[in-house]
């Protein structure tokens, strides 16, 4: 399937998909979405209302790596520790990563960026001494685990092209897959996928969107 760069409202850039017309970031602002979604309203808020700090996600579309770059460096500046779990069926290639501008855009060097692409596949690595990553090159519905991860970043491809990834079949792995307490975050705020998690025991709740979007959604499993 073809993939084209395409800046993004924040100057960072994202791909974009012409036979689907889909993006695997916002086009109103890659980092600025990714930030807002994950980091603040994931990551952020499961510190602020846990002790310990350490913490294990799994991320559903692994994709350019944004998200797991972003934690990265959220490990470091607030001495996190991290173990990142990231599910892609579909790697991107050596080349399209290395046309991503992520580091320029944060004012930082290549080196952790290009680490969590070069790292091999289904192998646990230490890319810093607080953050882990393991990469899975699986199918969403291919994933049985559970009790283990404290939050997951939802970042499928959205639900007009890829329906069959926000069903209650999904989310019941990923309702399976979170420990008591866990969350989940998403970009999305569709009520098919709301109705999907709740069916499954979520609660979920609507948040401010990002920037271009009015919500977003985040699930805990109680």
Same mark, same amino acid.
């Given at each position: 399937?073809?993939?084209?760069?395409?800046?993004? =409202?924040?100057?960072?850039?994202?791909?974009?998909?012409?036979?689907?017309?889909?993006?695997?970031?916002?086009?109103?602002?890659?980092?600025?979405?990714?930030?807002?979604?994950?980091?603040?309203?994931?990551? #952020?808020?499961?510190?602020? !209302?846990?002790?310990?700090?350490?913490?294990?996600?799994? %991320?559903?579309?692994?994709?350019?790596?944004?998200?797991?770059? &972003?934690?990265? $460096?959220?490990? %470091?500046? %607030?001495?996190?520790?991290?173990?990142?779990?990231?599910?892609?069926?579909?790697?991107?290639?050596?080349?399209?990563?290395?046309?991503?501008?992520?580091?320029?855009?944060?004012?930082?060097?290549?080196?952790?960026? &290009?680490? @969590?692409?070069?790292?091999?596949?289904?192998?646990?690595?230490?890319?810093?001494?607080?953050?882990? $990553? @393991?990469?899975?090159?699986?199918?969403?519905?291919?994933? !049985? @685990?559970?009790?283990?991860?404290?939050?997951?970043?939802?970042?499928?491809?959205? @639900?007009?092209?890829?329906? %069959?990834?926000?069903?209650?079949?999904?989310?019941?792995?990923?309702?399976?897959?979170?420990? /008591? #307490?866990?969350?989940?975050? /998403?970009?999305?705020?569709?009520?098919?996928?709301?109705?999907?998690?709740? #069916?499954?025991?979520?609660?979920?709740?609507? &948040?401010? =969107?990002?920037? =271009?979007?009015?919500?977003?959604?985040?699930?805990?499993?109680?």
């Amino acid at each position: 399937m073809k993939r084209t760069l395409l800046r993004t =409202g924040d100057g960072s850039y994202t791909l974009h998909i012409p036979e689907w017309n889909e993006q695997y970031h916002s086009k109103h602002g890659a980092i600025a979405e990714a930030n807002h979604v994950f980091i603040k309203s994931g990551l #952020s808020h499961w510190f602020a !209302n846990n002790e310990p700090n350490e913490i294990s996600i799994m %991320e559903i579309g692994f994709g350019t790596g944004l998200n797991a770059l &972003l934690t990265l $460096l959220e490990s %470091e500046r %607030e001495n996190f520790i991290i173990d990142y779990t990231g599910v892609e069926a579909f790697p991107l290639t050596w080349e399209e990563i290395q046309q991503l501008n992520y580091s320029s855009m944060l004012n930082i060097s290549d080196e952790k960026f &290009l680490a @969590i692409h070069k790292i091999p596949w289904a192998e646990r690595t230490a890319i810093s001494e607080r953050f882990k $990553l @393991i990469k899975m090159q699986q199918l969403f519905s291919e994933i !049985n @685990i559970e009790n283990a991860y404290n939050l997951i970043y939802f970042d499928a491809f959205g @639900i007009r092209v890829q329906p %069959e990834l926000w069903t209650e079949e999904i989310f019941q792995k990923m309702y399976n897959s979170l420990k /008591t #307490s866990g969350i989940l975050v /998403t970009y999305a705020a569709s009520g098919n996928a709301r109705r999907a998690m709740q #069916s499954v025991g979520f609660n979920v709740e609507r &948040l401010p =969107g990002p920037p =271009g979007k009015k919500e977003m959604l985040r699930a805990s499993k109680y």
